[in-house]
């Protein structure tokens, strides 16, 4: 079995650090970074099984991009508010799932949820 890595852009340093400390239990790497640049520059470096994305630092064009260029990869996305329009967008876009951004149980759940069905795939 191949450790999993996963990838987080958060606008918040304090929901970023709650979740490296929580993903880190069950991801071989958790990578943090600052701009959807360097999103994508980790993405296609390291190939992820997932991204957890603010949606407060990314557009749902965002989402649509990541989707198309890295297929394959769980989108999850997060953010503060929960607007039902934003998700519904969110979703068609490509995002695997949406959260609010206190919702840590169910970020955390959705990707370790991935995670398992993936390796039981395999």
């Known amino acids: 079995m191949q450790p999993c890595n996963i990838v987080l852009l958060q606008s918040d340093p304090q929901v970023a650090q709650t979740l490296v400390a929580s993903l880190s239990n069950s991801f071989h790497r958790v990578h943090v970074v600052l701009t959807i640049s360097d999103l994508h520059e980790i993405v296609a470096r390291h190939r992820p099984f997932a991204v957890v994305l603010d949606l407060e630092s990314a557009t749902v064009a965002d989402v649509e991009s990541l989707t198309r260029e890295f297929q394959g990869v769980r989108i999850l996305c997060n ?13 068609s876009a490509g995002a695997d799932d949406c959260f609010r951004t206190s919702d840590m149980r169910g970020i955390l759940s959705a990707a370790m949820g991935h995670t398992a069905m993936a390796q039981s795939a395999a």
Do not use: S
């Not at 929960?82 to 519904?88: I, K, L, S």
């Open 79 to 91: 953010h503060r508010v929960a607007d039902e329009e934003m998700w519904t967008r969110t979703l």
